[in-house]
């Protein structure tokens, strides 16, 4: 077999092509005047239930704060430290969702595949670097409930070791979880479930693909050589 | 360039150059309604890229850029494909009846199987191999140097070759 009778057999659907398949100009306007709406718009849209449950969790963690603050107590104590470090964590891990899901969704495809392929897929495992920040908020669980009053003073011995056991139990799974977020341990499904919430499945894909492009680039240095 | 001339154009080049848009939707996707849901992708992609278009490149070239970038991002984007649907409710680019592109007895259709099994970049390759682009062009599209370009090419049509001799003389 020839290597023109391949482009021909090609060829053949270009008449057919240009005969039979018609452009619905009214809808191709309409698309392109639909592409107006904001980003954000079409974002919020997109993944509205894990938007709303994170804004929602926000707004109860602020409104926490800020009643202990102004009812109880404007010194720092345990509630207010615990509480204040979640906070913050969950808002960086939120706006690290939005900024990244905005990145991914308004890439600008005018470059060579190879680029925007790496490039694209680099975004999406990045999202592993967000999601291990929020690992840093799980030893605060264990002592935003602590009070002044009556911690360490007023408890047992046997209380005083369990805090401090739970605790440090707690800062260790954290440590190790901030550890362990990283695309390497893709494989793992103990980590699939994790990242499921943020994605999990299209990291995998583009971890793959990410792979598939290193062998590419690898060929092309051996091929140059 | 005002928004009614710059629409204008855009719509013309598409019209000029649908037969782009149809080949790489009809490689990357096998189901007609994700097609549906690719071409308007593809499409919109090109409108958003549309004000930054480098006339040192050819439209083709340009075209195909957007076209295979965005097709092979389509699948590993879970999110936009359910946005897109409901953007339209039916095809910018009406499809004839699949059956006459699809035969898969006839040549065109046995090729048309063949590419879409390939590996994403390597579809990619042959696709500009059979539409007659220069090496130096595909390398552009690509991004990879022109003489990777002759190894893959060579190395994926030889594949092809092989595997459609063998489907005829089955």
Redesign the interface.
Known sequence: ?E?TE??N??K???A???K??????L??????N??AKSSLK?LV???TSGIVAFVFYLLILGHALFYAIFNYSSALNYFIISVAIITVVNIKGFSDYIRH?NW??N???????????QQ?SRL?LSIIDHAKIMCLQIPFYTTFYLSNKWFPQEVGFGYIVFQVLLTSSFIYLSYWLYKNHKPENLNKKWFRNMIAGS?G??VM??ME?YK??EE??R??KN??T | MDKIDKSDIFLSVVQTNKGIIYKVANSYCKNVEDRKDLVQEIIIQLWKSFDNYDDNFKYSTWMYRISLNVAISFYRKETSRKKISNLLTDGIINFPDNDYFEDKETDLGILQQMISQLKDLDKALMLLYLEEKSHKEISQIIGISETNVATKINRIKNGLKQKFTKIKNQ
Do not use: C, H, V
């Open positions: 077999m290597n391949l482009i057999i090609w053949q659907q270009n057919k092509i240009e039979t398949l018609a452009i619905n100009e809808l191709l306007k309409e698309a392109i639909n592409k079409s849209k997109l993944k899901l991914t969704n890439i600008n495809y005018n470059g060579s595949i190879i680029e925007i392929q694209l999406q994605g499945k299209s894909k583009a693909f598939e492009m590419f680039k060929d092309d091929t140059s």
